[in-house]
């Protein structure tokens, strides 16, 4: 245990830009937290990791986004040489690569809500990765005051930081699950455009050419 006597400050930074930003009021310097004893940190490596895991699933989101992105292209390709192939054929064959343009056009729709979302997920996740940031720093506080180790400012500063950043990401989740509703909703119209397509042209939904 660090005794008083030799107790270092801990730099209480009050932060110069706004929490939306990813700073946070209140944090304390790492530095001093690696000078205690590996076994009185349980709980500073727990928040830590809890950080790491909002990374992660940041991360994952941003790889959603852009895969769904991805799909949009490749389906906009699709539907670009679907109109040069329309063409030159024949009347029949045209009317059916007509409907299968307007299929594909409505998945693009269902495509572009899909990564609105994810994108809404995105803010979502920024505010989850701040609040477990500012956990982080509780913990890192409560760990030094447990050690007696003069710092400046008050805990209480760090657990208030805590409450705001839940309540805000409390009411976004809200938000977020109202967005993911109504995706379910351009989900299943684009599924049913899907499948009138393909009863229109006798085939099952179902299999390889599944879209």
């Given at each position: 245990?660090?005794?008083?006597?030799?107790?270092?400050?801990i730099l209480v930074c009050v932060a110069v830009t706004l929490l939306g930003c990813g700073s946070l009021?209140?944090?304390?310097?790492?530095?001093?937290?690696?000078?205690l004893p590996k076994s009185s940190r349980r709980s500073v490596f727990q928040a830590e990791t809890v950080v790491t895991i909002a990374v992660d699933q940041k991360s994952t989101t941003k790889r959603k986004i852009d895969s769904t992105k991805r799909e949009v292209?490749?389906?906009?390709?699709?539907?670009?040489?679907?109109k040069k192939r329309q063409e030159s054929a024949a009347a029949r064959e045209a009317?059916?690569?007509?409907?299968?343009?307007?299929?594909?056009?409505?998945?693009?729709?269902?495509?572009?809500?899909?990564?609105s979302h994810f994108r809404?997920?995105?803010?979502?996740?920024?505010?989850?990765?701040?609040?477990?940031?500012?956990?982080?720093e509780l913990e890192k506080v409560r760990l030094v005051k447990k050690h007696s180790i003069a710092f400046d400012g008050d805990e209480e500063d760090f657990?208030?930081?805590?409450?705001?950043?839940?309540e805000e990401v409390d009411e976004f989740r809200m938000d977020v699950e109202e967005d993911a509703a109504d995706l379910k909703v351009s989900e299943d119209e684009w599924l049913a455009v899907k499948r009138q397509y393909y009863s229109a042209v006798g085939e099952s939904s179902k299999g390889w050419w599944t879209e």
């Open positions: 245990m660090i005794k008083n006597n030799t107790a270092c400050l009021s209140y944090t304390v310097d790492q530095s001093l937290i690696r000078r292209a490749r389906t906009e390709e699709r539907i670009k040489s679907l009317d059916k690569i007509d409907m299968e343009i307007d299929m594909l056009g409505a998945k693009v729709d269902y495509l572009e809500d899909k990564a809404y997920v995105l803010k979502l996740r920024d505010k989850e990765l701040l609040l477990a940031k500012a956990k982080f657990l208030k930081q805590v409450r705001s950043l839940q």
